[in-house]
């Protein structure tokens, strides 16, 4: 299954870096505190990455929830094992 997951990743990044390499002409980004030439594809790509960390933060929770329970349930799991184990006849 991981290395699914980093085949699909893979492939977005690279025909996000294709897009961008197609989009190599110099644009004018105009922001708060004044404006800056600089190539469309940096633009992109920032774009891109910050939307990359953006989704790893929001899913990070969730992950590391997960991890709390399911650590949670191994050693619940190996108390019952435990107990179980004084009452079998092998």
């Known amino acids: 299954m991981r ?3 980093l ?3 893979l492939s977005i ?3 996000v870096a ?14 708060i ?6 190539p469309l594809v940096a633009i ?5 990455a910050l939307g990359a960390m953006l989704a790893g933060f ?3 929770g969730s992950l590391f929830r997960h991890s709390i329970a399911n650590r949670r349930l ?4 190996a108390k019952c094992n435990e107990s179980h184990k004084g009452m079998t006849n092998y």
């Open 33 to 38: 505190l004044g404006e800056v030439s600089i």
């Open 74 to 77: 191994k050693s619940q799991l």
């Open 44 to 48: 992109i790509l920032v774009a891109f």
């Open 58 to 60: 929001v899913f990070s």
């Open 13 to 15: 990044a690279l025909l």
């Open 7 to 9: 085949l699909i990743a």
């Open 3 to 5: 290395v699914i997951i």
């Open 18 to 31: 294709a897009f961008a390499m197609l989009n190599a002409q110099v644009v004018q980004l105009n922001y």
